[in-house]
């Protein structure tokens, strides 16, 4: 036989192998991880000391990394996005008529076909949506970062579905937003490069504006700059980004982020008598901000910005924006929250707080008609899933999108299957990993998860997510033929560092069942377990909760928790 001809059968003989082997063949199958009873309870003290009265509200509206938020009105009914980053599905969207209790009705990027987010960072992915109701349509309008990049949605029903992205490869630059005027035309305006994409600084952007044709459904022109770095570009303003456009009263309003999204950030208002401008900056700028108030006051609220604007029925004006609950300096774990306030008119300039005040954490409501009380998105409360639906409650995601399912609800009612898989939480791959946000700075996460003897080797169990480098997994080790082991591993160390283990303990071989809680104090977390209905044992107390921070951990997004599978 030829050589060629040998090696050619060698050749495909080899991938056929390496096929066999990826699809399950010549290789144990990855074992199913049995879990049940998840539990989680937070406690916001300002709500504890603070009972609401009749038609107060508290801060934030959306507790937890519902950052970026964006909200439009069709008719009574107020709709809600947020950004969501590397995790799936992507932008949930809630619902109100009081603007004050929200209720999740799905997810706006809910199928691969619209989100793939395969390889990308945590902190990388959907930035900044925004929605916005147009004769009878819902368009939600977005930037997947090392991704699609920009496109919008459309959808007749808020709750879906959702149609497949329409791409603005026009569009250089993120956080696009729409504007329908009132006259049928209608805009994107968006944060894009300086003229001519010289930087005179650091942070040095521009606020662009491009014509969009309802019919074609594309934009049009060359675009048009709105607004070159700032309020005061001479003071070298950094990122200003997230912008919107509004009319009231004959006056064409832009508002935008200012300072970048941290200590400094603010939100600005410009106004002009024409859509293309000139735009003149607001004396009172800005109209938002906390970076001048210490962080060490009572209950602060700081890096406060990123708005979005609506008018009610009644004819208020009200402003969501993003912010943060520190519980130390400027550490939270919790990430970016939505906030709601008023907003005042003064010289028909927008205002959502005078310069120098607090944040309020309790205030006087909208006064519309009463949404039903939702729970699980503010206050104190317990949240806990029995898994007794055939699908997962919208409260959970996924990191990144799945490639295929690697759980299962419906073959054992009442329990959670992972299973488990090679992807690990330092990958930006798909680990088997279901997650819900952290929402308090004071919390208790617990879950039971079965061993099964036999069932091929894994670690599972509940993990403190912040990012590929900053997280918490307190697992079970389980393979036939040796005793399960509980242990507690730390990544902390940046993206060149290994995990480590804190902590390892031996487990009876008899053990059926480990009841795992993973609790938090502000800066401290420590680790809990108990087998069967046996007394709660410590594995590890007070670790460090900082390393969950956004100022520590970097990026944009806030600890995640649930259980995860590994082999």
């Known amino acids: 036989m030829p050589m060629r001809s040998l090696m050619s059968r060698v050749l495909i003989a080899s991938t056929l192998l390496a096929t066999l082997s990826l699809a399950g063949y010549g290789q144990?199958?990855?074992?199913?991880?049995?879990?049940?009873?998840?539990?989680?309870?937070?406690?916001?003290?300002?709500?504890?000391?603070?009972?609401?009265?009749r038609g107060e509200y508290l801060n934030p509206i959306l507790a937890g990394m519902y950052p970026d938020p964006s909200i439009t009105r069709a008719g009574g009914d107020?709709?809600?996005?947020?950004?969501?980053?590397?995790?799936?599905?992507?932008?949930?969207?809630?619902h109100s008529r009081d603007l004050t209790h929200w209720q999740q009705v799905g997810s706006v990027l809910d199928r691969p076909s619209q989100l793939n987010?395969?390889?990308?960072?945590?902190?990388?992915?959907?930035?900044?949506?925004?929605?916005?109701?147009?004769?009878?349509?819902?368009?939600?309008?977005?930037?997947?970062?090392?991704?699609?990049?920009?496109?919008?949605?459309?959808?007749?029903?808020?709750?879906?579905?959702?149609?497949?992205?329409?791409?603005?490869?026009?569009?250089?630059?993120?956080?696009?937003?729409f504007f329908f005027d009132d006259n049928g035309r209608a805009y994107i305006v968006h944060n894009g490069p300086p003229p001519d994409n010289q930087s005179l600084y650091e942070g040095h952007r521009a606020i662009w504006l491009f014509p969009f044709d309802t019919?074609?459904?594309?934009?049009?022109?060359?675009?048009?700059?709105?607004?070159?770095?700032?309020?005061?570009?001479?003071?070298?303003?950094?990122?200003?980004?997230?912008?919107?456009?509004?009319?009231?009263?004959?006056?064409?309003?832009?508002?935008?982020?200012?300072?970048?999204?941290?200590?400094?950030?603010?939100?600005?208002?410009?106004?002009?008598?024409?859509?293309?401008?000139?735009?003149?900056?607001y004396e009172g700028?800005?109209?938002?901000?906390?970076?001048?108030?210490?962080?060490?006051?009572?209950?602060?609220?700081?890096?406060?910005?990123?708005?979005?604007?609506?008018?009610?029925?009644?004819?208020?004006?009200?402003?969501?924006?993003?912010?943060?609950?520190?519980?130390?300096?400027?550490?939270?774990?919790?990430?970016?929250?939505?906030?709601?306030?008023?907003?005042?008119?003064?010289?028909?300039?927008?205002?959502?707080?005078?310069?120098?005040?607090?944040?309020?954490?309790v205030l006087k409501g909208s006064g519309l008609p009463v949404s039903p009380e939702s729970a699980g998105l503010h206050g104190s409360f317990v949240w806990e899933d029995h898994f007794t639906e055939p699908t997962l409650r919208p409260e959970w995601a996924t990191l990144r999108t799945p490639v295929a399912s690697c759980w299962k609800l419906a073959q054992h009612p009442g329990a959670l299957l992972l299973q488990a898989h090679t992807d690990d939480l330092t990958s930006h791959g798909s680990p088997c990993f279901?997650?819900?946000?952290?929402?308090?700075?004071?919390?208790?996460?617990?879950?039971?998860?079965?061993?099964?003897?036999?069932?091929g080797r894994s670690?599972?169990?509940?993990?403190?997510?912040?990012?590929e480098h900053s997280f918490y997994f307190f697992g079970v080790s389980n393979a036939p033929g040796k005793q399960p082991a509980i242990f507690v591993e730390v990544s902390s160390g940046g993206d060149k560092a290994l995990p480590t283990v804190l902590q390892r303990r031996t487990l009876a071989r008899t053990t059926?069942?480990?009841?795992?809680?993973?609790?938090?104090?502000?800066?401290?977390?420590?680790?809990?377990?108990r087998t069967g209905s046996g007394a709660w044992l410590p594995l590890v107390t007070n670790a460090d909760a900082t390393i969950l921070s956004t100022a520590r951990a970097g990026g944009f997004v806030g600890t995640m928790i649930g259980p995860f599978a590994r082999r």
């Open 215 to 281: 019919v074609t459904g594309r934009v049009s022109g060359k675009g048009t700059i709105l607004v070159n770095g700032g309020v005061d570009i001479s003071k070298k303003p950094a990122w200003i980004e997230g912008p919107h456009l509004f009319k009231r009263n004959g006056f064409y309003y832009l508002i935008a982020a200012e300072g970048g999204t941290s200590v400094s950030h603010s939100e600005v208002v410009f106004r002009s008598r024409a859509v293309d401008g000139p735009y003149v900056p």
């Open 434 to 455: 279901i997650a819900r946000r952290q929402q308090h700075a004071d919390f208790s996460a617990s879950i039971v998860l079965h061993l099964q003897a036999g069932s």
């Open 285 to 361: 700028n800005p109209i938002l901000t906390q970076r001048d108030l210490a962080l060490d006051r009572t209950n602060p609220v700081a890096d406060a910005g990123h708005a979005d604007l609506v008018e009610a029925p009644n004819g208020t004006w009200w402003a969501v924006f993003l912010g943060v609950r520190p519980y130390r300096d400027n550490q939270f774990n919790t990430g970016r929250e939505t906030f709601l306030l008023p907003v005042t008119w003064k010289d028909d300039w927008p205002v959502i707080l005078p310069p120098g005040e607090s944040i309020p954490r």
């Open 117 to 177: 987010l395969s390889g990308l960072q945590t902190s990388q992915g959907v930035f900044a949506p925004t929605i916005r109701f147009h004769d009878g349509v819902f368009y939600m309008i977005n930037t997947v970062v090392g991704g699609i990049g920009n496109f919008y949605v459309t959808a007749k029903d808020p709750s879906g579905p959702w149609s497949d992205p329409i791409l603005l490869p026009e569009i250089n630059g993120i956080d696009p937003s």
């Open 512 to 529: 059926g069942s480990v009841e795992l809680r993973i609790t938090g104090q502000g800066d401290t977390i420590s680790f809990f377990y």
């Open 78 to 94: 107020f709709y809600l996005v947020n950004s969501t980053f590397a995790w799936y599905p992507g932008v949930p969207i809630f």
């Open 28 to 53: 144990a199958p990855s074992p199913w991880v049995r879990f049940t009873a998840f539990h989680y309870e937070g406690t916001d003290r300002v709500a504890n000391e603070h009972p609401l009265s």
């Open 459 to 467: 670690e599972a169990g509940l993990t403190a997510f912040q990012n």
